[in-house]
T-cell receptor, first 117, second 109 residues
């Protein structure tokens, strides 16, 4: 593995079903993020984790949950999918150990295209 | 509220220069990022500005004026592969990135 991987690449899901999007990074970054990207809108933060064992809510957290059991993995779960959750989902990570004065650049996975019918 | 404004779409000619503007209103400022995103792909990091002035990196340069809440990305010697969306993002007082909707750049031969 090099960088960040996401699975699945794409998925069509019936409304009401449960779905977990997987994200794994091998850069030993302490911070990880989940975004959704919709046409005409900027990336919107769903949830984030500054370090293993901690998570936080972003701008659009409703209907989603995350866990961060270890440094490498940050799965995103839709408990009961709805059509408005149709989107492209990106996972990202950054090395915030560079401190608040550093760039703390976020690096993105290839994305998961999710369609909820 | 927090807001990042960029033009929706721009067209330029191969070999020319194009400037993509970004204005922002955010709660606090801890740096501004530019990312490139080709269709169907992930955003990739281009540049980071935290102090006023111009940062040059090969054919790409990025400028920041914190007092004006303004940045631009300058692309020189345009190539067809530069056809992509360019995303402006500002890190706010909570150290979260606020993203613009992106500027789709179309390069014509």
């Amino acid at each position: 593995i090099a960088g960040i991987t996401q699975a699945p690449t794409s998925q069509i899901l019936a409304a009401g079903r449960r779905m977990t999007l997987r994200c794994t990074q091998d850069m030993r970054h302490n911070a990880m993020y989940w975004y959704r990207q919709d046409l005409g809108l900027g990336l919107r933060l769903i949830h984030y984790s500054n370090t293993a064992g901690t998570t936080g809510k972003g701008e659009v957290p409703d209907g989603y949950s995350v866990s961060r059991a270890n440094t490498d993995d940050f799965p995103l779960t839709l408990a009961s999918a709805v059509p408005s959750q149709t989107s492209v989902y990106f996972c990202a990570s950054s090395d915030s150990s560079s401190g608040q004065g550093g760039a703390d650049t976020q690096y993105f996975g290839p994305g998961t295209r999710l369609t909820v019918l | 509220g927090q807001n990042i404004d960029q033009p929706t779409e721009m067209t330029a000619t191969e070999g020319a220069i194009v400037q993509i503007n970004c204005t922002y209103q955010t709660s606090g400022f801890n740096g501004l990022f530019w990312y490139q995103q080709h269709a169907g792909e992930a955003p990739t990091f281009l540049s980071y500005n935290v102090l006023d002035g111009l940062e040059e990196k090969g054919r790409f340069s990025s400028f920041l004026s914190r007092s004006k809440g303004y940045s631009y990305l300058l692309l020189k010697e345009l190539q067809m592969k530069d056809s992509a969306s360019y995303l402006c993002a500002v890190r706010d007082s909570n150290y979260q990135l606020i993203w613009g909707a992106g500027t789709k750049l179309i390069i014509k031969p």
